[in-house]
């Protein structure tokens, strides 16, 4: 199988020359520095995750996305903020949007959407490898951002991640093995992703995230990202000490994913 994560990367480099063009750095910069107080405030992504975690429920991050290049088109019929609402409404802890165009179907509109419909933290998930789209991220309203140590040498992921804090947003690093992990805990974020996906041959198992949580500090919250699509999944998961996840396709792929969220982990 091709590799999926070079291919992407290409894309997101091509993007960002084109974005570049049409808005340089400094302008960027300038609007992002220059608003309001009220628009540069963010949600705390990591405090609504620990909130609900501590009251005794799962801490879920809950995806809106068009589609995804393991699974095609998810959502025929798309609306971000009537999912943003409906998450919100079954109890989701933070959501998760999608802005990649090429392969997930996302915009920036698509976040900026989610977050007005709803009082719930945001991440932009992408593949940020650019200040550029940090800033970019805050100018469209995101309260966290998702470093992937797979897309990104250390000195430039602590250089995001410092960025990203300094513009008031949390990072969510992602990892997929021990080495990554062990990149990923060098930095400063409380948040630690496990992907159970293999971005470069698409396959997922929860056993990935149950194998690293042994080696994740207490001090740090685990996030364990894909696959997790059955309340036998979950429990499983919970059975390890894993409380927070991101999950999206479980839900997208059902007629009410807001529902489907409530059902999974009740």
């Known amino acids: 199988m091709p590799d999926l994560l070079n291919r992407i990367l290409a894309v997101k480099r091509a993007e ?46 809950a995806e809106i996305k068009r589609a995804a290049p393991s699974a095609g088109l998810l959502q025929p019929d798309f609306q971000p903020d009537a999912l943003a609402a409906s998450y919100a409404g079954h109890g989701a802890a933070c959501l998760s949007v999608l802005t990649d165009a090429q392969f997930f179907g996302g915009t920036p509109g698509d976040l900026r959407k989610a977050r007005t419909a709803c009082a719930l933290p945001v991440l932009r998930k992408d ?86 949580r042994s080696s994740i500090p207490p001090d740090r919250l685990l996030v364990t990202e894909s696959g997790i699509r059955t309340p036998g999944d979950v429990s499983l998961l919970r059975d390890a000490g894993v409380h927070a996840y991101l999950v999206g396709e479980a839900f997208l792929r059902t007629p009410d994913p807001g529902a489907e969220m409530a059902r999974l982990f009740g």
């Open 127 to 212: 593949f940020i490898i650019s200040p550029y789209q940090v800033y970019q991220a805050r100018a469209w309203g995101a309260d966290c951002i998702l470093l992937i140590v797979a897309a990104l040498d250390p000195a430039l992921m602590a250089d995001l991640e410092c960025l990203a804090h300094a513009l008031g947003m949390d990072v969510l690093v992602e990892a997929h093995d021990r080495q990554e992990l062990d990149a990923a805990l060098r930095l400063r974020t409380r948040l630690i992703g496990i992907n159970n996906r293999n971005l470069r041959t698409l396959a997922t198992s929860v056993q990935t995230t149950i194998d690293l």
């Open 16 to 61: 960002i020359s084109a974005a570049c063009r049409l808005q340089d750095l400094a302008s960027l910069r300038s609007e992002v520095e220059s608003a309001p107080a009220a628009e540069r405030r963010t949600r705390g992504f990591h405090d609504s995750l620990r909130r609900k975690i501590a009251a005794g429920q799962s801490g879920v991050i």
